[in-house]
């Protein structure tokens, strides 16, 4: 076999393949030098020129850097294959890379491949480089397919409350939510179905408990997100939206938890692991999925630590 010819005489060479060279990084995500760098590593590891000889890694390194489309390691990589340089002698996986060097018009590759004959045969750092890039790519797509779908219905969850609005009163408490609601994270649409469901857009609304304003705020939950004026709609609403941002945080975004939760306080839904079976608290976790169907809502876990109970919670279908 013939071995590699010194730099001076592969210039040319190297200038035409370094266009295709840079592609083929590119594609990988992985810039030129990169990919010489890996090669300059694997050099000195095959031959042990100033570190401890280690012919396995240097095969490696050569695999990652012929892969990004470094000419010299495909060559180099072929030749030790060829040769049973550090790994079991297999002329189809030489072949392999001489012949992708070859296709980036590098000569002595050209000749090896002529000795070595066309049988190729992709080695296992290739095979196994190429299923890992594939998982990687489809994990890509799914995370895409489902950003994509959470946008979708982050829309239709938006289209779904502005249809509603039908009432003077309605736009002008609805134009406090908008204004408001981002501030907390919270989508307009989940304040919407809870005001609805809670006052009718009344701010003037007070229950039976003493539940007070758009939001329905009992006194304990207006001292402890200092609401001084429930029945005042832009302190009722920061009220409401402060009590919200908490659920979500607490449980973690699940949307049938948090509105329980504020219907029946959280303590119901931590006892039983779930929706509560009380018939108020059961329509009116329905009545709100009428409005806003999402079942998961983005949280802020800084907010507060989760529920140390929450992975045992069930939702019973229909609730």
């Not at 280690?54 to 010299?72: E, F, M, P």
């Not at 204004?179 to 919407?192: F, K, Q, S, T």
């Not at 009380?278 to 998961?296: D, M």
């Amino acid at each position: 076999m013939t071995p590699r010819p010194m730099p001076m005489l592969l210039a040319t060479a190297a200038v035409v393949a370094c266009a295709t060279a840079s592609v083929h990084a590119s594609n990988l995500g992985v810039t030129a030098a990169q990919a010489a760098s890996w090669r300059e590593e694997a050099l000195a590891l095959e031959h042990g020129e100033g570190v401890v000889k280690d012919q396995s890694v240097a095969i490696d390194l050569y695999c990652k850097a012929a892969r990004a489309g470094d000419t010299v390691a495909r060559y180099n990589l072929g030749w030790m294959y060829a040769n049973g340089r550090g790994t079991p002698r297999n002329d189809a996986f030489a072949a392999y890379f001489f012949q992708l060097a070859a296709e980036q018009g590098d000569e002595p590759s050209r000749n090896m491949l002529a000795v070595m004959g066309q049988q190729t045969s992709k080695p296992p750092c290739v095979e196994q480089a190429e299923a890992e890039e594939a998982s990687r790519l489809a994990a890509e797509r799914a995370e895409a397919a489902a950003q994509a779908a959470a946008a979708a219905a982050l829309d239709k969850a938006t289209n779904q409350y502005k249809r509603l609005i039908d009432t003077e009163q309605e736009r002008r408490i609805m134009g406090i939510v908008q204004r408001l609601a981002p501030l907390y994270g919270i989508h307009p649409g989940l304040v919407y179905a809870v005001i609805r469901a809670e006052s009718n857009f009344n701010p003037l609304a007070v229950s039976e408990k003493n539940a007070q304003g758009l939001m329905q705020l009992i006194p304990a939950t207006a001292a402890r997100f200092r609401v001084q004026k429930p029945l005042d709609p832009e302190q009722n609403i920061r009220g409401g939206l402060s009590y919200l941002r908490w659920l979500l945080a607490y449980f973690k975004g699940d949307v049938p938890l948090v509105v329980a939760a504020y219907n029946a306080g959280e303590g119901a839904v931590e006892r039983y692991k779930g929706v509560p079976p009380y018939p108020e608290t059961q329509g009116y976790v329905r009545r709100i999925q009428e409005v806003f169907s999402l079942p998961n809502h983005p949280f802020d876990a800084s907010v507060t630590a989760p529920s140390p109970g929450l992975a045992q919670f069930v939702i019973k279908p229909g609730s």
